[in-house]
Nanobody, 117 residues
Framework: VQLQASGGGLVQPGGSLGLSCAASGNIVSIYQLGWHRQAPGKQRELVATVTSLGSTNYGDSVKGRFTISRDNAKNTVYLQMNNLKPEDTAVYYC????????????WGQGTQVTVSS
């Protein structure tokens, strides 16, 4: 499975930004797609995940501000980020796992999101 992320960039606090990630390869095996992020000096943390059935899960710090969605026909997962805060600054990674994987088994290349005035 290969994951190609796009989007990201620089945005002011309170602004919005969207990320997308297209999956290719053995996509039949993909059960869950998601986003994680890693800020400098911090561990990688969950942002949001969505299963093939549409069940979503969000990290506490982004609930109510971020929305994850998935287009199964396009094998693409999206992350809409609203009301961005400086603490959202991080490298965002697209992830994927099969039903048999206890945690993400595949990772995209990462895209930088910077929230700053």
């Amino acid at each position: 499975v290969q994951l190609q992320a796009s989007g990201g960039g620089l945005v002011q606090p309170g602004g919005s930004l969207g990320l997308s990630c297209a999956a290719s390869g053995n996509i039949v095996s993909i059960y869950q797609l998601g986003w994680h992020r890693q800020a400098p000096g911090k561990q990688r943390e969950l942002v949001a995940t969505v299963t093939s059935l549409g069940s979503t899960n969000y990290g506490d710090s982004v609930k109510g501000r971020f929305t994850i969605s998935r287009d199964n026909a396009k094998n693409t997962v999206y992350l809409q980020m609203n009301n961005l805060k400086p603490e959202d600054t991080a490298v965002y990674y697209c992830s994927a796992r099969s039903l048999m994987d206890p945690s993400p088994a595949y990772w995209g290349q990462g895209t930088q999101v910077t929230v700053s005035s």
